[in-house]
């Protein structure tokens, strides 16, 4: 597709479950982002990938929280034991393709979590 | 460590006033400053940005500046409209090795006709 694009759209799960959100970024972009979005709140970032490795995971909000990204293209963010406070919009972003500034952000329109 | 602080977290102006909104970063070697406008259950989207080596930079009705020795940067919207009412948001892209965008918190316009 020509845009960001994430799935679920929308995920409503039970505390203390597991879920996988995607995030499948535009066609050549390098960079890949998460960012956490509470209600009425900021972008909070979660964690970067260049190509398939992420050289930042520093955002991430404990080890209950893993991102993996295969083939320099769809990537995974995986939360597991499921709290209340995971309840937020997770926002996707890419950029970068080859030759052109690696800085341009384009996000998908996100996955709201809601952890009941 | 990196951080953007964003001022105010609330404007409120009326039709055809300006509106500015003001952003700090922590990191020196920043070199690019993007400003993403998020309308309400939307996704960002950039609408204008500015690299370290320009002062100013202007789109229509909406220009941004950039003091690198303060490590402040600004986004000023004129004659405003209905439609400009979003949240934006300023960024600053870190590097070290790697890089990321940092955002602020985000700045609540209210534009009243």
């Known amino acids: 597709g020509a845009g960001v694009s994430q799935s679920p759209s929308n995920k409503v799960t039970e505390k203390g479950k597991d879920v996988e959100l995607r995030c499948d970024p535009i066609?050549?972009?390098?960079?890949l982002y998460w960012y956490r979005q509470r209600l009425g709140q900021g972008l909070e970032f979660l964690i970067y990938?260049?190509?398939?490795?992420?050289?930042?995971k520093s955002g991430l909000p404990s080890d209950r929280f893993s991102a993996e990204r295969t083939g320099e293209s769809v990537s995974t963010l995986t939360i597991q034991r499921t709290q209340q406070e995971d309840s937020a919009v997770y926002l996707c972003?890419?950029?970068?393709?080859?030759?052109?500034?690696?800085?341009?952000?384009?996000f998908g329109s996100g996955t709201q979590l809601s952890v009941l | 460590g990196e951080n953007v602080e964003q001022h105010p977290s609330t404007l409120s102006v009326q039709e055809g006033d300006s509106a500015v909104i003001k952003c700090t970063y922590s990191?020196?070697?920043?070199?690019?400053f993007p400003w993403y406008k998020q309308e309400l259950g939307k996704r960002p989207q950039l609408i204008i940005d500015?690299?370290?080596?320009?002062g100013e930079k202007k789109d229509q009705r909406i220009a941004v500046t950039l003091n690198k020795t303060a490590k402040h940067f600004s986004l000023h919207i004129t004659e405003t409209q209905p439609e400009d009412s979003a949240v934006y948001f300023c960024?600053?892209?870190?590097?070290?090795?790697?890089?990321?965008?940092?955002f602020g918190a985000g700045t609540r316009l209210a534009v009243h006709p």
């Open positions: 972003a890419s950029s970068g393709r080859a030759g052109a500034t690696n800085e341009k952000l384009f």
């Open positions: 990191d020196s070697a920043s070199n690019y």
């Open positions: 960024a600053a892209f870190f590097s070290g090795g790697y890089n990321k965008l940092i």
């Open positions: 066609s050549g972009h390098t960079a």
């Open positions: 500015i690299r370290s080596n320009v």
């Open positions: 990938f260049q190509g398939n490795s992420a050289p930042d």
